[in-house]
Structure formats: C-alpha cells, structure tokens
C-alpha cells in the first residue's frame, strides 16, 4: 500500500490518501463503523459483517470485495546453523500447536535427514491482535493437516502456548532476535531482515521455497466463490502442483457496491482504478507480492466501474 500511495500521490499530487497498516481485523472494524472510505484485508468479511455493512453502504449497498494482490505466507525461523529447513503442514501444526517443543524431534529430522538440528527449544510465535495473516495460516493448516489442528481458522490466535507479537512487523522482529522462533509473516518482511524461511513439503516430490513465483502458480488456480459478483477467492491450500507454495493469502480492497461515502468516492474509485489497472499491477514481485490471474484482474476493473 506505501508502494501505491506512494506512486499514485506523484502522479496525482492534489490527491490525499492516509492509510492506516493496523491489520485486518481492526481496518475492517473501522470500515464497518463508517470511519475509512475503503478497507485493505487479507481476509474476507464474514456473512455477517456483510449485513452489518449494509448500515454504512446507503442506496441498499453491501461490501464487496475487491481482490489486489496475493503472496505466500512465509514461515520465518532463527536457528543458527541451518539455513535451509523443511516441514509439512502436520509437522507445523503440531508445532504451533505447542505439542512439538524441541528442533530436533524426531519428526523434524525425519524431513531434514542432512540438516544438525540442535536441541534448542521451538518459540512458536503468533499475531497478538486480529490478523488476515493469521486466518489464511490457519486455514492452510486445517486445509492440509485437519487431524493434526483442531483450531480451525480465525483472525484471532486460538491455539494454546507460543510467543506473540503485534503485527507483522512486531512478529519478524521478534522472530529475528529470538533463537528457536518461528513466525508467520508475508513474505516481503523475512526478505527485508535476511530471515531463512521454512520451504514446505506438499506431497509434491520436491519441498517448495516461499517465492512470489511458487505462490504466483498456486494462486492461478483460485476459484471466485463470493456469492454474487462479489469476488472473493477460495485458494486451494492442499495443492501439490510441483512448484506450487501453498500458504498464500490474497489482499482484498473493500468498498460499498453502492452508497460509498460522496466526498471521498471519485478519489476512491480513481484509487482503486489504479491500484487494480496495468501500472498498479506492474513490478509488484519486486515488493515480494504476486499480480493475480489476469482473468481475475479483468473482473476487478471491470466491478470498479460498476461501483457507486
């Protein structure tokens, strides 16, 4: 978002926008309380935070969801020594489930039969407030390991023990200066503290690295399944298309369909053009984001025109 803004402002400089990186759960919160224009979210409303939008969206609007941008959920660790780790979805369930304490249990080096895996003791770190990020891990974790993460999915941390830290920003921070942390983050912040990130095992032959490349050719395959023309994507978090990373999470712009605020919508709308349009897709792999299906990225455009 500092990226868009930052471009969109110089090319438009009579143009204000103040955006607010506070997570998920509280821009929405905020969007839904009529105080922002429009709302950034890793995560989709639910169904009934879309009926409590039709309070704030007049001319009998509702929130829809605008798809942006994706990337992989990256697992950053601090272990010295081993830079380079392998884990599957049971594996990390268990251990942030706190149920796998140690690096070198045995099923850790079941998957890592070259690395020297120290005794030193695992910190699971979690988001301390309401995160997109953790709801897209969580849900990759009951997609692919359900008999090994009775939690479900949620933007709140349900699971039992860990560290916490708040925001993404706070979590790889703490990640960074913790030896035996590991931490869910985006990721364009591993790649900006040089933290080693985990590659997964997804059943497809060959463990996949967190890249905006591997993630691009998971989310290719993202279905729309918002009711409506509400776009919201069902990723597939069991795929094991080789080269495939499966812990990603799509960004969602958020917007009344109709009745946006007046003062503000033709600054929004042109916004939203932008971020949705060719320049705003363009170089987004150099900020550790991934452009969406162009099929997907047409429908966006084309429901911005619509909106009012």
Not at 209 to 223: E, L, P
Not at 230 to 252: N, R
């Amino acid at each position: 978002m500092k990226f868009w803004i930052k471009n969109y402002m110089r090319a438009c400089p009579g143009t204000r926008i103040s955006y607010e990186g506070n997570g998920s759960g509280a821009g929405q919160t905020d969007f839904l309380q009529g105080k922002t224009a429009f709302a950034g979210s890793d995560s989709a409303l639910s169904a009934d935070q879309i009926t409590q939008s039709k309070s704030v969206c007049s001319n009998g609007g509702r929130a829809v969801h605008l798809p942006a941008v994706g990337g992989p959920i990256a697992l950053a660790y601090n272990l010295p020594g081993v830079r380079k780790l392998v884990l599957d979805a049971s594996t990390l369930a268990e251990v942030f489930d706190s149920r796998i304490t140690k690096w070198n249990d045995p099923a850790i080096a079941k998957l890592n039969p070259d690395a020297k895996l120290p005794s030193t003791a695992i910190r699971a770190s979690h988001r301390s407030d309401s995160s997109g990020t953790t709801d897209n891990f969580t849900s990759y974790l009951s997609a692919a390991a359900p008999s090994a993460w009775p939690h479900g999915h949620s933007k709140e941390w349900k699971a039992n023990g860990g560290d916490s830290a708040k925001k993404s920003s706070g979590l790889v921070d703490h990640v960074k200066k913790t030896v035996g942390a590991i931490g869910y983050v985006e990721l364009s912040y591993a790649i900006a503290r040089g933290i080693p990130t985990v590659s997964i095992d997804t059943g497809a032959g060959t463990p996949v690295d967190a890249s905006v490349f591997t993630a691009s050719k998971a989310i290719s395959t993202a279905k729309i399944a918002g009711s409506g023309d509400d776009l919201v994507l069902k990723l597939d978090y069991t795929t094991k298309t080789p080269g495939a990373y499966p812990i990603d999470m799509v960004t969602y712009e958020i917007a009344c369909d109709k009745g946006n605020k007046p003062a503000t919508w033709p600054a929004t709308k042109a916004f939203l053009t932008y971020i949705a349009g060719v320049q705003g897709q363009q170089d987004l792999s150099f900020e550790g984001y991934a452009t969406l299906p162009a099929a997907i990225v047409n429908q966006v455009r084309s429901k911005i025109t619509s909106l009012s």
